[in-house]
């Protein structure tokens, strides 16, 4: 099982299950002499951290982040940064049924295939979106890490269902404005979006079904030339971290899929000078050109898919007797993924681009 992101000079490997004793994650590379601050970083799972309201999984677990190893007085010292994270509300009896009978939109029938049927089905196993908790503990540290050297990384949510909030202006959006949208309860630019979104949820969740959404990622502050050109671009890297997160199902930078419908004279950002600096008019790009950072701000769009753990009946298969039958999921599940999944999407884009500013 491959739970291992490999950069140029970091590593992060992930472990545990969503009803395991813990779940954790190792992170190696990170420089020495770093100072992160343990009171931020928990702020900022508990963005992440479930139970909060009616949105989310009633599951409720504290999500506060172990550090076994890699700080000596409080600043990293060269070692890897292990974090663990203690499970505390685990209810693996709801999922006695599934061991036999896979959720559709889930990867219980895909895991039963490649492990045999040893596959931990409980809250989802490895597979869970808990997963992403220490995936948010490492990023936590590694944001930290790019503010203090002028990079700042900011999502909101673009939209939910049919509810949707404005996007990023693209070529202009500044590193204030980020840190604003960071000090929201509920992270979208145009706050009467909120509601809207809030209602999206409650329906699907009064209907014992779920929503998925799209959230939109701005980072102000890397400078031109971080990257490679083809295999190991910005773009490449950034897509493939981004997908370890479980209910994403696209991606897409800048204008994205819209340019398929431009012209060249549509597409092509102009270029000017800014005092000194090369800049763009537009903002088409979102920041990437050939794979290397231009300096404008970086933009990209993930989508996330409906939480396929859902109450109402549906068509599945016994394992065990090969033939049909219906499953109706029992436990705990969040009706829509796309609001925890905010400072998830903020986590894994610092680990892809940390590990290109340390080197």
Known sequence: MSSTYRGKNLTLTVFGQSHSSAIGAVL????????????????FMKRRAPGQNKM????????????????????????????????????????????????PGHADFTAHVKYGGHNDVAGGGH???????????AGGVLLQYLRD?????????????????????????????????????????????????????????????????????AVCGLPAGLGDPMFDGIENRLAQA????????????????????????????????????????TNNHGGILGGITSGMPL????????TPSIGKEQDTVSLSNTENTRLTVKGRHDPCVVVRAVPVVEAVAALVLADLMIG
């Open 149 to 217: 050297h002028g990079v700042t990384v900011a999502a909101h949510i673009e939209n939910i269902g049919k509810a949707a909030d404005v996007r990023f202006d693209a070529a202009n959006v500044t590193g204030d404005e980020l840190d604003a949208l960071l000090r929201k309860d509920f992270p979208v630019i145009d706050d009467s979006a909120a509601d809207r979104m809030a209602e999206e949820i409650e329906k699907a969740r009064l209907a014992a079904d779920s929503v998925g959404g799209v959230i939109e990622c």
């Open 127 to 137: 597979f869970s979106g808990r997963l992403t908790a220490p995936i948010c503990a």
């Open 242 to 281: 981004l997908f370890a997160i479980p209910a994403v199902k696209g991606v897409e930078f800048g204008a994205g899929f819209a340019v398929a419908d431009m012209l060249g004279s549509e597409n092509n950002d102009p270029f000017f000078m800014d005092g000194d600096t090369v800049r763009t008019k």
């Open 299 to 306: 933009i990209f769009r993930i989508a996330l898919k409906p």
């Open 56 to 103: 989310s999984t009633q599951r409720r677990e504290a999500d506060v982040p172990e550090i076994l190893s890699g700080l000596a007085g409080g600043a990293t010292c060269g070692a890897p940064l292990a974090f663990m994270i203690r499970n505390t509300d685990q209810r693996s009896n709801d999922y006695a049924e599934i061991c036999d009978a896979p959720r």
């Open 28 to 43: 190696d590379g990170v420089p020495a002499g770093f100072h992160p601050d343990m009171d931020k970083l928990q702020s």
